[in-house]
């Protein structure tokens, strides 16, 4: 695990990969808790009958389930340390430019892009390329927006 400990370190790693997390693999029990939770029962993540008549031969994860794996890969993958404190301000340019099977793996490529001074601290971009094993493209492409404040 990378740890950037205070400002000028996170600042020189601006344009620079942050890490790689490990596979994880993506369950139908997992899909099928997100589902519940956000009542997003479309039949392609759930109905694993009718899911194998689609050109992906079974159910897929929701775009916004693997979204939400960043928090996870990104404490698994690197840290931001000799700060007060950060906070989630938001996301640009999400796109989900391949399926997500269920069944398969995911990773998290993330790539600091961007470090903006702001009052009371900074606001962090980072690249995040969520990787299937063995696609061709990846299921999910983001840009993270963070804010961290000095003690």
């Known amino acids: 695990m990378l740890t950037l400990t205070g400002l000028d370190v996170i600042k020189s790693h601006v344009g620079k990969e ?3 997390s490990d596979w994880l693999e993506v ?3 997992k899909i099928d808790r997100f589902a519940e939770v956000t ?3 479309q039949w392609i993540h759930i109905d694993t009958e009718r899911a194998k008549q689609t050109p992906f ?4 994860a929701h775009g916004y389930y693997v979204l939400s794996l ?5 404490y698994d993958t690197f840290s931001f340390e000799g700060l007060g404190f950060g906070l989630n301000y938001g996301l640009n340019r999400v ?3 391949a399926p997500m099977p269920v069944g398969g793996k995911v990773r998290m490529r993330s790539k600091l892009l961007a470090v903006e001074e702001i009052s009371g601290g900074a606001q962090i971009t980072t690249e995040l390329v ?3 094993e063995g696609g061709d493209k990846p299921v999910c492409v983001a840009e993270s927006l963070a804010r ?3 003690s």
């Open 18 to 20: 942050l890490g790689v």
């Open 130 to 132: 969520f990787e299937r």
């Open 27 to 29: 369950t139908q029990d």
């Open 70 to 74: 960043a928090p996870r890969f990104s």
């Open 57 to 60: 031969g079974g159910t897929i």
């Open 39 to 41: 009542a997003d029962d």
């Open 148 to 150: 961290v404040y000095m």
């Open 95 to 97: 796109r989900f430019p």
